[in-house]
């Protein structure tokens, strides 16, 4: 199994607090994803990286940012979190972005918003 | 990024042949077919991928039409365990930051 591993795995919070979920690596890979999944709509992309410091838009951005200081850290926060930002969100890491290249997923973090 | 279309749900029987296809008549010429599962409580894995020849591996078999607009997924015996959500995607090499677009999938139910 992939060396992957998200914290918080379980988190309830209240509106407008801010949230930071992490994502750890132990591969060495230079790419990673911040995925959101929710019921009847499947897994959406939120951010990605391609390396250190560099990070770009995925297609459900807004009210999240990410850093990534270093190659096996990715971060994703919630500035002012809200009740539709409740969600699981997965961590996946990626060797390359050749066609052939696997992701590989964390376990998820379950984030409730009261 | 060229779009998947599955079948919402499919059943099986255990121990009985699967296949889940899915179509893709937008491909392009240098976009591989990817497949993905998610079983119930658990982050997606990968199970299968690819271009233009039929690929075999121990979990499955992916076959993939001449004209690359259609491919299947082949589960040989299904057991149980193989209960989850299906996903076909396609990705490309032209998009360098490897990033993965999911549809819906097809949720698999196996009867013993």
């Known amino acids: 199994d992939a060396g992957i591993t998200q914290s918080p795995r379980h988190k309830v919070t209240e509106t407008g607090t801010p949230v930071t979920l992490r994502c750890h690596q132990t591969?060495?890979?230079?790419?990673m994803y911040w995925y959101r999944q929710d019921p009847g709509h499947g897994l959406r992309l939120i951010h990605y990286?391609?390396?250190?410091?560099?990070?770009d838009k995925g297609e459900v951005s807004d009210g999240y940012s990410v850093s990534r200081s270093k190659t096996e850290d990715f971060l994703l926060t919630l500035e002012s979190a809200t009740s539709s930002q409740t969600s699981v969100y997965f961590c996946?890491?990626?060797?390359?972005?050749?066609?052939?290249?696997?992701?590989?997923f964390g376990e998820g973090s379950r984030l409730t918003v009261l | 990024d060229a779009k998947t279309t599955q079948p919402n749900s499919m059943e099986s029987n255990e121990e009985e042949p699967v296949h889940l296809p899915c179509n893709h008549s937008?491909?392009?010429?240098?976009?591989?077919i990817h497949w993905y599962r998610q079983l119930p409580s658990q982050g997606p894995e990968y199970v299968i991928h690819?271009?233009?020849s039929n690929v075999n591996n121990r979990m499955a078999s992916l076959a993939i039409a001449e004209d690359r607009k259609s491919s299947t997924l082949i589960l040989h015996r299904a057991t149980l365990r193989d209960a989850a959500v299906y996903y076909c995607?396609?990705?490309?090499?032209?998009?360098?930051?490897?990033?993965?677009?999911f549809g819906q999938g097809t949720t698999l139910q196996v009867k013993p």
């Open positions: 996946a890491i990626s060797a390359d972005t050749l066609g052939t290249g696997e992701l590989f």
């Open positions: 591969e060495n890979h230079r790419y």
């Open positions: 990286s391609y390396g250190v410091k560099d990070t």
């Open positions: 937008t491909i392009s010429g240098t976009d591989y």
């Open positions: 690819g271009l233009t």
């Open positions: 995607i396609l990705r490309g090499v032209r998009n360098n930051t490897g990033k993965l677009i």
